[in-house]
């Protein structure tokens, strides 16, 4: 095993797919809303499957996502599914939510990314999970977003109220941040106009 293997190995991703997509109008939630055939949050954690970071642990909240997962990931990882019950609350009580997981898990990191951005690729969750610094943030030229790789010394300072994850903590304590430039579009989908646009994109790009 390759020293960057060994220190993926230890790391798992956490999908934060609890909010209840308040600016998304429609008939379903956002998340199950389909771009080429399948559900935005279906995007995502193929995504993260393809990278090897595993266990993934998906925060649920507003919507179920059961039918989504009863077919298997790619490569079958360990997928390990936790309700948050105050999701209402804000993205932080998600991010804590998955913390317990993964503290029972025992990992030394996990990369942190959102279910409604189906344009983070396979190979931004494997970069910045193969990142030894204590905080990893994929760029995007050169605009930090998601996913984020928050060592497990740090757990311990994130928020536990609010709508702010690793933000906050990024804000704090800038020097434990490395940025690590990553291809693809971190782009959330929050309404039927961001859906329309990715349904242009990936359009778009089958022309080409």
């Known amino acids: 095993m390759t020293p960057q293997a060994s220190f993926r190995a230890s790391c798992g991703a956490l999908v934060l797919a609890a909010g209840g997509g308040s600016r998304f109008v429609g ?14 949050v279906r995007h995502v954690l193929e995504a993260v499957a393809a990278s090897g970071v595993s266990p993934i642990i998906v925060v649920t909240g507003a919507v179920s996502l059961e039918e989504v997962l009863a077919t298997p990931l790619p490569g079958n990882p360990d997928v390990v599914v936790t309700h948050n019950d105050r999701w209402r609350s804000g993205m932080a009580s998600s991010l804590q939510c998955g ?29 910045v999970a193969d990142t ?25 300072q994130l928020p536990h109220d609010g ?5 906050t903590l990024i804000r704090v304590r800038p020097e434990l941040v490395a940025e690590v430039a990553c291809e693809g579009n971190a782009d959330d989908i ?11 994109r990936l359009a778009n790009q089958g022309e080409h």
Request: hydrophobic letters at 45%; proline letters at 6%.
């Open 190 to 200: 929050d309404t039927a106009d961001d859906v329309a646009r990715w349904q242009q």
């Open 99 to 127: 913390l317990v997981v993964a503290r029972q898990r025992g990992l030394a990191g996990v990369v942190v990314g959102l279910g409604d951005q189906p344009g983070v690729p396979a190979s931004a969750w494997r970069q």
């Open 163 to 167: 709508d702010e994850g690793a933000r």
């Open 132 to 156: 030894d610094a204590p905080i990893a943030v994929a760029t995007y030229h050169g605009v930090r977003r998601n996913p984020v790789r928050i060592h497990a010394e740090l757990w311990d």
């Open 27 to 40: 008939t379903t939630h956002k998340l199950l809303v389909e771009i080429a055939g399948k559900p935005v």
